[in-house]
């Protein structure tokens, strides 16, 4: 009965204006597996875990309750209960992580706005899935809405490289592919914006530390983004005005690691960007697992889609340094529960959450999906007693 908004401003919670999830008919028609899917994809580790203990404990508790008989028989009851709920789960993050599905995106009204990936992977990443290619990350993030994404692979350029020969001519044409190199420096992970082989050649150390210098073309100063999860005592004045040049810091990271450190030091990592003047951005951080965008960073760059694909990331990476505020992250509603008690909650604000951002046409294909399934479960138990009473008969 009550109707909540699924997108909230990563920074002070507000329902974003000029912004709308987009969900396609597919996606609607099969809500109830679109929407559980997407919301075990939105989870931190410890939310994973909270939510598998509740998950394992209540059925093991449900089991329990309706045994009878001698303790042995109750206590292979519980076992069992448990068992299949071990089953359960793990099909439903099998597929949260393997089955292509429908995916929602985001639509702006500015016709201004960019929406950005700032950390994505190909299988040039050695930790990426096998399969995922620069065509399939391009793929998945038009559908996920978005008009431009780095591509930072681990120790190689490959699927940068590979992406950018396939660039649209206009930016405007198709989700652009940008290069950019995730690195260690110091504690901190970094996403060095635009990076390409020729660059790194001498301006990374052995250590994939970045050293002073300009990019090539145009002799622009380089741009990096610290990833989620670092640590923010090595986020610093020095890193801002010399290498690694940050220009911003994630507050929202898709991967459970990412979620959990974004969940604990939000206000934090919100001051520390104030304190340096840098922007606050998002990276799906996406290996090529799972079909759920957490968030989307909008920065405003005028006639984006006449420009050519490497000066988009020019200009995107000069709106980070001009303009850090101005730069905004939405991202889907989530729990945000970090600490051991509040991870207690997980799964009833998890559920709460899930069914108070369903659009009025998933609530009436919820109620179809429910009594079409409670249907055929009478149906079927109907069925079993005609046959049992007919063999009684014989």
């Given at each position: 009965?009550?109707?909540?908004?699924?997108?909230?401003?990563?920074?002070?919670?507000?329902?974003?204006?000029?912004?709308?999830?987009?969900?396609?008919?597919?996606?609607?028609?099969?809500?109830?597996?679109?929407?559980?899917?997407?919301?075990?994809?939105?989870?931190?580790?410890?939310?994973?875990?909270?939510?598998?203990?509740?998950?394992?404990?209540?059925?093991?508790?449900?089991?329990?309750?309706?045994?009878?008989?001698?303790?042995?028989?109750?206590?292979?009851?519980?076992?069992?209960?448990?068992?299949?709920?071990?089953?359960?789960?793990?099909?439903?993050?099998?597929?949260?992580?393997?089955?292509?599905?429908?995916?929602?995106?985001?639509?702006?009204?500015?016709?201004?706005?960019?929406?950005?990936?700032?950390?994505?992977?190909?299988?040039?990443?050695?930790?990426?899935?096998?399969?995922?290619?620069p065509e399939d990350n391009r793929a998945?993030?038009?559908?996920?809405?978005?008009?431009?994404?780095?591509?930072?692979?681990?120790?190689?350029?490959?699927?940068?490289?590979?992406?950018?020969?396939?660039?649209?001519?206009?930016?405007?044409?198709?989700?652009?592919?940008?290069?950019?190199?995730?690195?260690?420096?110091?504690?901190?992970?970094?996403?060095?914006?635009?990076?390409?082989?020729?660059?790194?050649?001498?301006?990374?150390?052995?250590?994939?530390?970045?050293?002073?210098?300009?990019?090539?073309?145009?002799?622009?100063?380089?741009?990096?983004?610290?990833?989620?999860?670092?640590?923010?005592?090595?986020?610093?004045?020095?890193?801002?005005?010399?290498?690694?040049?940050?220009?911003?810091?994630?507050?929202?990271?898709?991967?459970?690691?990412?979620?959990?450190?974004?969940?604990?030091?939000?206000?934090?990592?919100?001051?520390?960007?104030?304190?340096?003047?840098?922007?606050?951005?998002?990276?799906?951080?996406?290996?090529?697992?799972?079909?759920?965008?957490?968030?989307?960073?909008?920065?405003?760059?005028?006639?984006?889609?006449?420009?050519?694909?490497?000066?988009?990331?020019?200009?995107?990476?000069?709106?980070?340094?001009?303009?850090?505020?101005?730069?905004?992250?939405?991202?889907?509603?989530?729990?945000?529960?970090?600490?051991?008690?509040?991870?207690?909650?997980?799964?009833?604000?998890?559920?709460?959450?899930?069914?108070?951002?369903?659009?009025?046409?998933?609530?009436?294909?919820?109620?179809?999906?429910?009594?079409?399934?409670w249907l055929i479960s009478r149906a079927?138990?109907?069925?079993?007693?005609?046959?049992?009473?007919?063999?009684?008969?014989?």
């Amino acid at each position: 009965m009550f109707t909540r908004a699924p997108l909230r401003d990563a920074v002070d919670g507000a329902t974003p204006t000029g912004a709308e999830l987009v969900l396609s008919p597919l996606y609607v028609v099969i809500s109830p597996l679109s929407r559980t899917l997407d919301t075990i994809g939105l989870l931190s580790t410890g939310q994973h875990i909270a939510l598998g203990a509740t998950v394992i404990g209540l059925s093991m508790l449900l089991g329990a309750v309706l045994s009878s008989g001698p303790f042995t028989r109750r206590m292979i009851r519980v076992i069992a209960s448990g068992g299949i709920a071990i089953v359960v789960l793990a099909i439903l993050y099998a597929c949260a992580v393997a089955l292509p599905r429908p995916m929602a995106a985001l639509a702006i009204h500015d016709p201004n706005i960019v929406l950005v990936d700032f950390h994505s992977h190909t299988h040039a990443s050695g930790d990426a899935r096998s399969g995922f290619s620069p065509e399939d990350n391009r793929a998945w993030h038009k559908r996920g809405g978005f008009d431009a994404a780095y591509i930072s692979d681990h120790r190689s350029f490959a699927g940068a490289e590979s992406a950018r020969s396939r660039n649209p001519m206009r930016a405007g044409d198709n989700t652009v592919l940008l290069s950019a190199y995730e690195g260690r420096y110091r504690g901190t992970f970094e996403i060095f914006l635009s990076l390409s082989r020729d660059d790194s050649a001498t301006m990374l150390d052995r250590r994939s530390w970045l050293l002073e210098g300009r990019l090539a073309p145009n002799n622009r100063v380089p741009a990096s983004v610290v990833a989620l999860p670092s640590p923010l005592s090595d986020v610093g004045a020095e890193a801002h005005d010399g290498p690694p040049y940050v220009a911003a810091i994630e507050i929202s990271d898709g991967s459970p690691r990412g979620f959990a450190q974004s969940d604990r030091d939000r206000a934090a990592i919100i001051r520390r960007a104030d304190s340096l003047g840098i922007a606050l951005v998002s990276g799906s951080n996406n290996h090529g697992w799972g079909w759920v965008v957490q968030a989307w960073t909008l920065v405003n760059v005028p006639n984006w889609r006449g420009l050519a694909p490497d000066s988009l990331g020019a200009a995107i990476e000069r709106e980070l340094r001009r303009e850090p505020r101005a730069v905004k992250v939405i991202e889907r509603k989530r729990p945000t529960l970090s600490s051991a008690r509040s991870l207690a909650l997980t799964a009833p604000v998890l559920g709460a959450q899930l069914f108070t951002t369903l659009t009025p046409p998933e609530r009436f294909v919820w109620l179809v999906w429910i009594w079409g399934l409670w249907l055929i479960s009478r149906a079927a138990r109907a069925t079993i007693r005609k046959s049992q009473s007919a063999r009684r008969q014989e």
